[in-house]
């Protein structure tokens, strides 16, 4: 049974940083594809970052030069260090891993950015 489970989130003010972890079982990142999604209140899921199986990272615009997706093999976790966060980076972010053809998700973590 894969399970992802999400942590790190919080209040921070503008300008701050925070790292999120995803913890995985029943799967190993190392070998699938995976992403950091969010959604924001009222607004649809929206693709933050993703890496690749072998370990190649893009971001959306919008997170570009601020956020960095990490993957620890060793601990099979990955993680979304996030800076200079913006009110507008304020959502819920899940977890995301893609193998076979589906889709496992997290259950998100809320983080809030205060201006």
């Known amino acids: 049974q894969v399970q992802l489970v999400e942590s790190g989130g919080g209040l921070v003010q503008a300008g701050g940083s925070l790292r999120l972890s995803c913890a995985a079982s029943?799967?190993?990142?190392?070998?699938?594809?995976g992403g950091w999604y969010r959604q924001a209140p009222g607004k649809q899921r929206e693709l933050v970052a993703t890496i690749t199986s072998g370990g190649s990272a893009s971001y959306a615009d919008s997170v570009k030069g601020r956020f960095t997706f990490v993957r620890d093999n060793d601990k099979n976790t990955v993680y979304l260090q996030m800076s200079s966060l913006k009110p507008e980076d304020t959502a819920v972010y899940y977890c995301?891993?893609?193998?076979?053809?589906?889709?496992?998700w997290g259950k998100g973590t809320l983080v809030t950015v205060s201006s």
């Open positions: 029943g799967i190993i990142f190392r070998v699938n594809a």
């Open positions: 995301n891993v893609h193998t076979y053809g589906m889709d496992y």
